[in-house]
């Protein structure tokens, strides 16, 4: 309990950054950095040193979920072979470069702590770039590459990791052995995830509640991470897996789940988001506590590996990416500029610090000086590439061009749902024939939401004026203010309970909420 009020002003400070960095239009995990570091220079800040329990177990799991939910298992199939060449091929590799690098620069660290730090700094962290990249508008294939490689390279990562520290230890293993180790976590991991996403959506079901399906749903990430560490397979696969299987089945279930749902995550995240990344600043004060005295030469150290990161990222997303791309397709090739921004995108994360600290503090060689390492390419890649990635876009001129085809797309399957919804109407009209009125006014609200999507392709209303959805959308929010203050005038003086009042401003809410979409 007398930690309860230092969680309290870390949630609250970093909420009141994001809310600023929104408001001013900055990168909002830049500036949550930012803000860390400075806080940390403050005297009397408590230490926030990072449990690395508290990262594995509570934060990360519910930040793949939610980012699982809101990915595309058909965009993630389609880009398989980058987003796997990424999560895999390119952790495997940062690990040994970054390794022998650190064995090279940093006099005294014996090789296995030093491919320990390459495990540790290998996975990037999409959360800052995809951020970045929604507000500029980066092409969905970019997007769909970034954010699986995210969902996907903390599991290898974290598995190479654990290879890596039981060879230092003492427990190692041979290549073969690795090889296996890593092979098993990962089939574990799919294993598990699969069967835990089946269970949960066939328990949804049953449940037919929307409130205890969302329940059920807040326990998912914790009880698949849990699940797949207890049989030493991939918890961070089996928590991506399960939350891709049930995005993929969301359709089947109530309504009232998936509104609720997306309002909890999106929330859970701004809050996990804006925690993590002040966390990532305000390391500064116990990290250089642990190498006072050989502050400078690692310093030094830590901007070769910084810069070794880079380039690693740099020459594999060219080389095996955009390279073989341009040799198979010709000019129907990816262009080069949507592969720079992906190797321009390798901002590392709190796993990386998670992990380091993480290390076994007795029987491993050079500790402090692996997780000072970790810190500061942690801190450099977010700083670098966080200030410099919406320039470099701009530069580029990198812009999706999916909103047309998007529109368009979303027109006709509205209008072909429109005739479906009319032939339903009309086969239970000649069933039981309602009042002329009901059918008519129903069979205009088919054909208004068909109206609606179609207007998205036409120009814009600042040229031709005010369509009739818009005009529509705008009265009839304002009627909706209307009623809002009534009902509330009415419950401040007593002619209706307060529950009456929460029943009606929820339809009302529902119906605000579908007409500002947009």
Request: proline share 5%; hydrophobic share 55%; glycine share 8%.
């Amino acid at each position: 309990m007398h930690e309860f009020p230092q969680v309290m002003l870390l949630l609250a400070g970093a909420l009141a950054v994001t809310a600023l960095a929104r408001r001013w239009g900055l990168s909002e995990p830049l500036a949550l950095v930012l803000a860390g570091l400075a806080v940390s220079f403050v005297p009397g800040v408590p230490d926030y040193a990072i449990n690395p329990e508290v990262i594995l177990v509570l934060v990360l799991p519910p930040l793949l979920y939610s980012a699982a939910l809101t990915s595309s298992a058909l965009g993630l199939r389609a880009n398989l072979r980058p987003i796997g060449s990424l999560a895999v091929g390119a952790v495997l590799v940062t690990t040994v470069a970054v390794g022998f690098a650190a064995w090279a620069l940093v006099p005294g660290m014996p090789l296995g702590p030093a491919l320990v730090l390459g495990a540790v700094v290998a996975p990037p962290d999409a959360v800052a770039a995809t951020s970045i990249g929604r507000r500029l508008g980066l092409p969905r294939k970019v997007m769909t590459i970034l954010s699986g490689e995210s969902l996907v390279n903390d599991a290898s990562a974290l598995t190479v990791y654990r290879v890596a520290v039981a060879g230092v230890v003492g427990a190692g293993y041979t290549l073969l052995q690795g090889v296996g180790v890593f092979v098993l976590a990962a089939a574990g991991g799919l294993v598990v995830g699969c069967a835990v996403g089946w269970a949960v959506h066939r328990l949804r079901l049953a449940l037919a509640d929307g409130v205890l399906e969302s329940a059920v749903g807040l326990l998912v990430p914790f009880a698949t991470y849990l699940l797949a560490e207890a049989i030493h397979a991939s918890g961070v696969l089996a928590v991506v897996v399960a939350g891709l299987y049930l995005a993929q089945r969301a359709p089947s279930g109530t309504a009232a789940r998936r509104l609720q749902d997306r309002a909890v995550w999106r929330s859970a995240d701004t809050l996990l988001e804006a925690v993590v990344f002040a966390l990532i600043g305000l390391q500064l004060r116990s990290v250089t506590e642990g190498v006072a005295g050989r502050l400078w030469p690692l310093v030094l150290a830590g901007l070769a590996l910084t810069a070794a990161v880079v380039l690693v990222r740099a020459v594999w997303v060219f080389g095996t990416l955009l390279l073989p791309d341009r040799i198979a397709r010709g000019a129907d090739a990816a262009p080069w500029q949507h592969g720079l921004v992906v190797a321009w995108a390798g901002m590392r994360g709190v796993v990386s610090l998670a992990a380091a600290a993480a290390i076994p503090v007795l029987a491993f060689p050079n500790r402090a000086e692996v997780v000072f390492l970790a810190f500061f390419v942690t801190l450099g890649t977010l700083l670098l590439h966080g200030a410099t990635l919406p320039w470099v876009i701009r530069w580029l001129g990198v812009r999706g061009r999916e909103s047309y085809t998007d529109a368009l797309a979303e027109a006709e399957a509205a209008h072909n749902a429109a005739l479906a919804a009319r032939g339903r109407l009309d086969a239970l009209t000649a069933e039981a024939e309602p009042p002329a009125e009901v059918a008519e006014q129903l069979r205009r609200a088919a054909e208004r939401r068909s109206h609606r999507a179609w207007e998205r392709l036409g120009r814009p209303d600042a040229d031709l004026g005010e369509s009739p959805t818009t005009a529509y959308r705008r009265l009839r929010i304002e009627m909706l203010d209307a009623e809002r203050e009534v009902f509330v005038r009415f419950r401040d003086e007593g002619r209706i309970d307060d529950e009456v009042l929460r029943r009606v401003l929820h339809e009302l809410d529902l119906e605000d909420v579908m007409l500002q979409r947009d």
